[in-house]
């Protein structure tokens, strides 16, 4: 399960909740095999000022960010600030959502992925994926089918593989810093991608 969960919002019969609901000043921590952390599904929310460390087997997620499913408004206009993730396998922006903005959050730890998106018009700004030596596997992945991410003026550092993929079309990646990584600095798969500073 997750230690908090912001329900999706309501239609077509599904329950109504999670949405316009601010979560701010919290620790999450422990050992919980395949569990989330924040599992958001509401939209219009605000989280910020925040601790994540969570250890176990199993895929554990710090961060998800997920639309609803069938019958039911995806997950969209969500503010993420100021937010350390210390451990897990891989944070998420999954492909049903829009407008999500990750702000000045810290990223130290993650066997998989340092944040995946797959969301449409995703704003990643100043946030740093450090992991020492080698602490996380890949920076961040844009995948296949999300348009219109932003990367700016973020740091990625000490990452056991690929610094940024952008599988992803219409992305851009301004002034970021890409240091002491194994992999590429920036693999670009996905059209009419820009890179610059």
């Known amino acids: 399960g997750a230690a ?4 999706q919002s309501g239609g077509g019969g599904a329950p109504p909740g999670g949405r316009q609901c601010q979560v701010s000043n919290f620790r ?3 050992n919980m095999a395949g569990a989330t952390g924040l599992h958001l599904r509401g939209a219009d929310c605000q989280v910020s000022n925040g601790y994540i460390d969570l250890s176990g087997g199993g895929t554990i997620k710090p961060i998800s960010v997920e639309g609803a499913g069938t019958g039911a408004a995806a997950a969209s206009d969500v503010i993420i600030s100021n937010v350390n993730v210390a451990d897990g396998t891989r944070s998420e922006i999954l492909g049903t959502t829009e407008r ?4 000045s959050c810290h990223f130290t730890a993650a066997s998989e992925t340092g944040l995946l998106v797959g969301g449409d018009y995703t704003k990643v700004l100043n946030c740093s994926f450090d992991g020492g030596t080698s602490g996380i596997a890949k920076g961040i992945e844009v995948q296949s089918g999300a348009d219109g991410v932003e990367i700016k003026g973020c740091l990625i550092r000490g990452c056991s593989g690929v610094g940024i993929t952008l599988t992803g079309d219409t992305s851009a ?3 970021c810093t890409i240091e002491a990584i194994t992999g590429d600095a920036i693999v670009v798969i996905g059209d009419n991608n820009v890179i610059q500073g």
């Open 4 to 7: 908090l969960r912001l329900h």
């Open 28 to 30: 999450i921590a422990g």
């Open 173 to 175: 990646v301004t002034d």
């Open 100 to 103: 999500v903005l990750i702000e």
